[in-house]
Each structure stands twice: as C-alpha cells, then as structure tokens.
T-cell receptor, first 112, second 111 residues
Framework: DQQVKQNSPSLSVQEGRISILNCDYTNSMFDYFLWYKKYPAEGPTFLISISSIKDKNEDGRFTVFLNKSAKHLSLHIVPSQPGDSAVYFCAASAGGAQKLVFGQGTRLTINP | NAGVTQTPKFQVLKTGQSMTLQCAQDMNHEYMSWYRQDPGMGLRLIHYSVGAGITDQGEVPNGYNVSRSTTEDFPLRLLSAAPSQTSVYFC??????????FGQGTRLTVV
C-alpha cells in the first residue's frame, strides 16, 4: 500500500526547457509536502515544500503546485539546467517532518 | 556547519553480527529519524524520536533498536544482522513543521 507514488521512474528534458515532476498521494491526513533532490552517494537535499493550506509555492526556478481534490502535487523547474540532473523524491507528512513518507523517486536528466 | 553527521560511511557485516550506526546533529533539532533506502524504492521510515527519551516505530522497525538519551544523538542498533538489512541508511533531523535535514548515509552490506 504505497501512500505516495511517483509514477515516472525517469524524465529527460532539454536544457532551458521546463521540467515537470509529478506525485500522487492517497492519505487525506497529509498536511505537509516536500521535494528532495538526491545525487549519488549523498543524502537527500531539501528543495521546496508546501503546506496543505496553500496551492502554490515558489522559490526561484522551482515551483510546487498542490491539488488537494486530486491528491496530486507537481514540481516545476524552469529553466532546467544541467546541474538539475538528479533523482527527485516527493515526500509527505501528517503532523511533522519526523515521519516522512516518500515516493519511489524520478530520475531527471537534463540534456544539453 | 556540520549539520547531520553519520558514521561509518560504509560497513560490511557478517550475518548474526551486531553493530550501531551513529547519527549526530548540531542544529538543536527536537526531531530525529532513521530511514533506509533500497534499490528502486523511496526512503522508508525505521524509527523516529520527538525528543530525548521519546522514540517510536516507523514503517519498517523489525530488527532495529533506537534510543535517544541526548538531543544531539540518535544511534540505530542492529542486534543480529540479516542479509535483508543490506541497504543505505539515512538519518534526518528537523523541527516540527519544517524540512528534515539528512546525513550523507551509511551503506551497509550484510553477507
């Protein structure tokens, strides 16, 4: 029973274009959603988050959208840069970041 | 800024051996957690703590023990290692409603 799903294992995008990563969840109690970026042999690095009381949060090139009725969130990266190539994990929590539930990850490759 | 420090970075154990994975944070975070990551999967929660002296089980707690005697440290103990515990282990710390910060990970192989 996977509560957080990232259905695309991989995504390839041309440099300068928009990258859109998607995530679906099933637990209505989730109230905090996060995106992490992970390079090989390193720990996940926090990218951006959104509370369930919002539907959009922006930070520079990164924007997260939350659609509560569809139980869906997405991460937009624009413009995409070669350094954005990494595995991206969607995570969710109900009542605190000490109990994160992660998706399987999407490997993003930015092509020159 | 050290952040979250995990030791060791790599470890090979024989089946049945015990060991402790160390995790320390210097951000005075109240919350700390342990996750494991297996190939093709996301991180799964093993145990977590909301403060010194308080721990609870996550999604995959079997075979692991934890304790939290100080705010800074949250060690993870494998009492009798099994090949199924071969994985990459990540420790994280956070305040309640903010993002979690992760360590660099410990790659454990049980043979």
């Amino acid at each position: 029973d996977q509560q957080v799903k990232q259905n695309s294992p991989s995504l390839s995008v041309q440099e300068g274009r928009i990258s859109i990563l998607n995530c679906d969840y099933t637990n209505s109690m989730f109230d905090y959603f996060l995106w992490y970026k992970k390079y090989p042999a390193e720990g996940p690095t926090f990218l951006i988050s959104i509370s369930s009381i919002k539907d959009k949060n922006e930070d520079g090139r990164f924007t997260v959208f939350l659609n509560k009725s569809a139980k869906h969130l997405s991460l937009h990266i624009v413009p995409s840069q070669p350094g954005d190539s990494a595995v991206y994990f969607c995570a969710a929590s109900a009542g605190g970041a000490q109990k994160l539930v992660f998706g399987q990850g999407t490997r993003l490759t930015i092509n020159p | 800024n050290a952040g979250v420090t995990q030791t060791p970075k790599f470890q090979v154990l024989k089946t049945g051996q015990s060991m402790t994975l160390q995790c320390a944070q210097d951000m005075n975070h109240e919350y700390m957690s342990w996750y494991r990551q297996d190939p093709g999967m996301g991180l799964r929660l093993i145990h977590y703590s909301v403060g010194a002296g308080i721990t609870d089980q996550g999604e995959v707690p079997n075979g692991y023990n934890v304790s939290r005697s100080t705010t800074e440290d949250f060690p993870l103990r494998l009492l009798s290692a099994a090949p199924s515990q071969t994985s990459v282990y990540f420790c994280a710390s956070s305040y309640r409603n903010t993002e979690a910060f992760f360590g660099q990970g410990t790659r454990l192989t049980v043979v």
